[in-house]
């Protein structure tokens, strides 16, 4: 029997979605280990044995001085070399929500060979907390494995700093043209003004992808609010598509064909934390 491929779910004090991103990740037929932040600095060949990794949301740390900070400190400190490894071989890695606001504040997003952060995401335009379902789309010139075969989306959002800012107007052109933009938010539908409506970023490679909304939480027809008008389209399931996508891409690389039935959405009814 061929194993499935191994993914990391890396969490912290406060993180709170670490189970829903591993019920996606098991769903799409990868086989998850959850891990503290804390051991692993300490055993940073668990990264080395990964196969996928993934930053979940939640509010790590307390979201103490700004939101991701701490973590993505910790991270630059002394798991940055094993990361930037891990994306050297290949291994697809997604931050959702707190997980992308650590990924950028750590460097590793937009582009981790510039060696430092490059944006950020501030609070919302707003002043308040957002939670929402908003439709989002994909450029269709994005170089992210994750989106393949995915162009509108409709996904749940839940923070209160979501806005990407870019250091400048020429950095974000810079990943605009080298196809770095993963995802935006649909005309009209900019929840905490972000910049050029920018919802998610991946890095130079396609493998590291940062975005605020969850798709994680969105692996099931009935995840969706108005799930019974939606029944019997592909769009039920798009969220789940993005971590089946990761999982191909794992198995295209190997010698060793996909297990059987993988990348196939469960006949079960909701996912935790729906």
């Not at 194993?3 to 709170?16: D, F, Q, S």
Request: glycine content about 12%; aromatic content about 6%; some cysteine.
């Amino acid at each position: 029997m061929v194993m499935p491929p191994t993914c990391l779910i890396i969490r912290a004090a406060g993180t709170n979605c670490d189970r829903e991103l591993a019920h996606a990740f098991t769903l799409a037929g990868a086989c998850c280990e959850l891990v503290h932040l804390n051991p692993l600095i300490n055993r940073p060949d668990l990264i080395a044995q990964a196969d996928l990794i993934g930053f979940p949301g939640g509010f790590s740390f307390g979201d103490d001085i700004a939101a991701g900070r701490i973590m993505a400190n910790r991270l630059r400190h002394r798991l940055l070399e094993p990361l930037r490894a891990a994306i050297d071989r290949g291994v697809p890695i997604i931050g959702i929500c707190n997980g992308f606001q650590v990924l950028v504040k750590a460097g590793l997003l937009p582009d981790p060979d510039m060696g430092r952060q490059a944006a950020t995401l501030a609070d919302n335009a707003t002043g308040r907390f957002v939670d929402k379902w908003v439709g989002v789309t994909v450029p269709s010139d994005t170089v992210c494995i994750w989106t393949r075969g995915i162009k509108t989306i409709e996904l749940p959002i839940a923070h209160g700093e979501g806005r990407f800012v870019p250091e400048s107007a020429d950095l974000l052109q810079r990943w605009r043209h080298a196809g770095q933009i993963a995802f935006e938010y649909a005309d009209g539908d900019n929840p905490n003004g972000s910049v050029d409506g920018v919802a998610g970023v991946c890095d130079p490679s396609g493998l590291v992808l940062g975005l605020m909304p969850h798709p994680e939480r969105y692996t099931h027809v009935t995840n969706h609010p108005r799930w019974q008008r939606h029944r019997g389209g592909d769009e039920r399931v798009v969220g789940l598509k993005l971590f089946e996508n990761a999982v191909e891409y794992v198995h295209s690389r190997s010698s060793k064909p996909a297990p059987a039935g993988s990348g196939s959405a469960p006949d079960a009814l909701g996912a935790p934390g729906a």
